[in-house]
């Protein structure tokens, strides 16, 4: 059975930083590729950034590019995003979903996490 499961919402200041994870059990973790998305009350959702596990490769959407970093770890299979420069636009509903692509393209992702929360206060 696939799973993922995010964690490491909180509440951050504007400025601050926060690190997500989101743990994958059921899959051929080295072969597979994991994007994050994010919903925020009233808006679509939106595909942040990739990985692919093979080879390491990311993308990142311009929004979050030099503030939010995705990377992974084997060894855990785990994949994580850190934000960092926390700003008032990024509160959100954050989702982890897995597919065989590096893509943020959300019907390309097959299962999904339950997601984690990020509320930025003052």
């Known amino acids: 059975q696939v799973q993922l499961v995010e964690s490491g919402g909180d509440s951050v200041q504007p400025g601050g930083s926060l690190r997500l994870s989101c743990a994958v059990t059921g899959l051929n973790f080295r072969y597979t590729s994991i994007g994050w998305f994010r919903q925020a009350p009233g808006k679509e959702r939106e595909g942040i950034a990739c990985i692919s596990i093979s080879d390491g490769s990311t993308f990142t959407i311009d929004s979050v590019k030099g503030r939010f970093r995705v990377s992974g770890e084997r060894a855990k299979n785990t994949v994580y995003l850190q934000m960092m420069d926390v700003k008032p636009e990024d509160p959100a509903i954050y989702y982890c979903?897995?597919?065989?692509?590096?893509?943020?393209?959300?019907?390309?992702?097959?299962?999904w996490g339950q997601g984690t929360q990020v509320t930025v206060s003052a």
């Open positions: 979903a897995s597919a065989n692509l590096c893509t943020i393209v959300a019907a390309y992702h097959n299962h």
